[in-house]
T-cell receptor, first 114, second 110 residues
Framework: GAVVSQHPSRVICKSGTSVKIECRSL??????MFWYRQFPKKSLMLMAT?????????EQGVEKDKFLINHASLTLSTLTVTSAHPEDSSFYIC??????????FGPGTRLTVL | SQQGEEDPQALSIQEGENATMNCSYK?????LQWYRQNSGRGLVHLIL?????REKHSGRLRVTLDTSKKSSSLLITASRAADTASYFC??????????FGTGTRLKVLA
């Protein structure tokens, strides 16, 4: 149980385009989902916290207009990287939690912006 | 930065040896968790230790927690080549945010 999926697993896009990444909790309802970013050989940095039906809470330094987060249902959150640039290339990981303090992590999405 | 620190940053050992990684953090916590990440992959949850626990075991893993020093250690005994990965600690506070450490890259040589 407690499986989280992400789609796509990897995406390559041209500079200036927008990319949408989906995060789904497959066998449980997630009251809260989190989005992280990881640069090569670095740790995970929390970008934002997303609660179903409400606006996401962004961490300091994360541009909310750049990284649009929508949490429309208890099983789906999406991250859209708008007008992507090469510096947005990274590994994006989502996680989902229920009413406990355990987060279940997705397998990650590798974004490469050319 | 709220990020925890892990040391060493990189560790290379021979198969069969023990590997010890340390994690220090800055704020009070509810629990601390250890994760493994293989290159380019997602996180695998290894073990959770609560703030009122001092030591926990799971198979070849042993985790200690010293809340007075705000530090934790992960010991992997009798390491195998398959243990080669990056290891991260994550602290969880009242806000349920996970703050990840900087990670230790472990390489186990066959």
């Amino acid at each position: 149980g407690a499986v989280v999926s992400q789609h796509p697993s990897r995406v390559i896009c041209k500079s200036g385009t927008s990319v949408k990444i989906e995060c789904r909790s497959l066998d449980f309802q997630a009251t809260t989902m989190f989005w992280y970013r990881q640069f090569p050989k670095k740790s995970l940095m929390l970008m934002a916290t997303s609660n179903e039906g409400s606006k996401a809470t962004y961490e300091q330094g994360v541009e909310k207009d750049k990284f649009l987060i929508n949490h429309a249902s208890l099983t789906l959150s999406t991250l859209t990287v708008t007008s992507a640039h090469p510096e947005d290339s990274s590994f994006y990981i989502c996680s989902a939690k229920t009413n406990t303090d355990t987060q279940y992590f997705g397998p990650g999405t590798r974004l490469t912006v050319l | 930065s709220q990020q925890g620190e892990e040391d060493p940053q990189a560790l290379s050992i021979q198969e069969g040896e023990n590997a010890t990684m340390n994690c220090s953090y800055k704020t009070s916590i509810n629990n601390l968790q250890w994760y493994r990440q293989n290159s380019g992959r997602g996180l695998v949850h290894l073990i959770l230790i609560r703030s009122n626990e001092r030591e926990k075991h799971s198979g070849r893993l042993r985790v200690t927690l010293d809340t007075s020093k705000k530090s934790s250690s992960l010991l992997i005994t009798a390491s195998r080549a398959a243990d080669t990965a990056s290891y991260f600690c994550a602290t969880v506070s009242g806000t349920y945010k996970y703050i990840f450490g900087t990670g230790t890259r472990l390489k186990v040589l066959a």
